[in-house]
């Protein structure tokens, strides 16, 4: 478990990040960062109730196209449009996790998969509306200053009140009976906890907050396009979710902050970034299989055995 000690440095040191880095390009690489932490934070809040969707860049796109054709074509105020998009995220969220509520393990996570694949071609259907095909652009800014500074704050902030909502739903009550639906849907059944309306209740909330991420997404790069939110979109997403560490909450946080940043600080690698990605899933899955997350207790746990060995072997040559 990481101490709260831990996530107070990391806040202070982001909070500083612009005063010690004046580029452009690479505050924009820690926003793609802090807008697909909340992504990734929201799809690992469905898979606490043992579900697995493979639809979720598909509902970033909802938000995303809902709130950038509303503000552009109707002129609608980004406070407005913004939560328009996610509500709808939601709403879509809602509606099809409804006929999906019973659907379990491979059967959900193809079903959200047809799903996802559905929504795309939705979005290429109505290319009217969307640009699909030639890009949505001339949609308002978040901000009229052209410097990235105010966009880093604010998706900063944004990014801590996301985690903070995702956290107090996952520890609360419901979270808790979201894990036992997990461990055991027919024990959770058997003392009253309503497994489909819980389900129903965590895609809801994870739809919302990706369709947030996609809503601010539109009006911060300005530009949609439909393969930004296609399958291998989704399957970048679930890959942060992974390899940082599905059963933690810090999980999906560590893995995209590493899978986002690592190219950039390794821009030789930047073309073999899909085989690093694998070579860093295939360890995760056979020798920490609790995800990054795991490392520092894993490196502990070595030294103290090797400290205790040390010991032994001390005692046994006296």
């Not at 690489?29 to 606490?48: D, E």
């Not at 999906?100 to 959900?108: H, I, P, T």
Request: proline share 4%; hydrophobic share 55%; aromatic share 14%.
């Amino acid at each position: 478990m990481i101490e709260p000690a831990t996530y107070a440095g990391v806040i202070i040191f982001l909070c500083l990040v612009p005063l010690f880095i004046k580029s452009p390009y690479y505050l924009h690489i820690f926003i793609l960062v802090f807008i697909y932490i909340i992504a990734s934070a929201s799809l690992r809040t469905i898979t606490i109730s043992g579900q697995f969707p493979l639809a979720h860049a598909a509902f970033m796109g909802v938000g995303g196209y809902t709130s950038a054709v509303l503000a552009k074509e109707l002129g609608w105020s980004l406070f407005l449009t913004i939560p328009l998009g996610a509500l709808m995220a939601m709403g879509i969220g809602i509606l099809i996790g409804y006929p999906f509520a019973r659907l379990r393990s491979l059967y959900y996570a193809l079903g959200s998969l047809f799903f996802g694949i559905g929504m795309v071609q939705v979005f290429l259907v109505f290319n009217k509306w969307t640009c699909a095909y030639q890009g949505l652009t001339g949609m308002p800014p978040l901000f009229a200053s052209v410097s990235k500074v105010p966009y880093y704050y604010f998706f900063l902030g944004l990014t801590l009140l996301c985690l903070l909502a995702l956290h107090r739903f996952e520890f609360c009550r419901i979270g808790t009976s979201l894990k036992a639906i997990n461990q055991s849907y027919m024990a959770a059944s058997s003392v009253g906890i309503n497994e489909a309306w819980y389900r129903i209740l965590a895609v809801g909330v994870g739809c919302f907050f990706v369709g947030l991420a996609g809503a601010t997404y539109a009006h911060y790069n300005l530009a949609l396009s439909y393969t930004s939110f296609d399958m291998l979109a989704t399957l970048w997403i679930v890959l942060y979710v992974l390899i940082g560490g599905i059963d933690s909450f810090a999980g999906p946080i560590i893995g995209t902050a590493i899978l986002v940043l690592l190219p950039e600080f390794a821009r030789e690698l930047k073309a073999f970034v899909p085989y690093v990605s694998a070579g860093m899933l295939l360890i995760v899955v056979f020798v920490m299989p609790k995800g990054l997350v795991s490392l520092p207790g894993l490196i502990k746990s070595r030294l103290s055995e090797r400290k205790r060995g040390k010991r032994i072997a001390h005692v046994s040559g006296n």
